[in-house]
């Protein structure tokens, strides 16, 4: 019997001081992809400890944890399905790293309508990225976000 799992996960939404975001480039033999750094939550750790850990392991910066603005159920045709928790968050420290060692991953701060040209996950977001870009207290009426299977 295949061992069913739920990954929990959490990200980062961080602009930099002219308003581009922090997005991570994946490189792979199909394509290439975007998305919002971030990672796994590992057992016993805090939600908001793993965002700190993740986005220091994947960029090099320190963070402040703001506030949590949406929560994604994922789930794909495969057996994978995870939560994700997505935070906004301030550069505080640290030196960046736009290509970590070891990862197939390159960061880079995009406006967020260059992501429109590329293929970014999630798609449905990139609308209240815009929005979060221009008003930063702007509050989301709906955080949950449903997966698309």
Request: negative net charge.
């Amino acid at each position: 019997m295949e061992m069913q799992q739920i990954m929990v996960r959490t990200r980062a939404i961080i602009f930099d001081e002219i308003g581009r975001l922090l997005v991570q480039r994946h490189s792979h033999s199909e394509r290439d992809f975007y998305r919002l750094p971030g990672g796994g939550v590992r057992f016993r750790e805090k939600i908001e400890d793993c965002l700190v850990r993740e986005i220091k392991e994947e960029t090099g910066f320190d963070v402040k944890v703001g506030r949590l603005l949406w929560v994604r159920d994922f789930l794909d045709q495969s057996a994978y399905h995870s939560i994700e928790m997505f935070f906004l968050a301030k550069i505080a420290g640290g030196t960046f790293d736009p290509t970590p060692e070891g990862r197939n991953i390159d960061l880079e701060f995009l406006d967020v309508e260059d992501l429109e040209q590329v293929v970014f996950y999630p798609k449905k977001f990139l609308p209240k990225l815009k929005i979060l870009k221009k008003n930063k207290e702007w509050i989301d009426e709906n955080p949950y976000i449903r997966s698309a299977n």
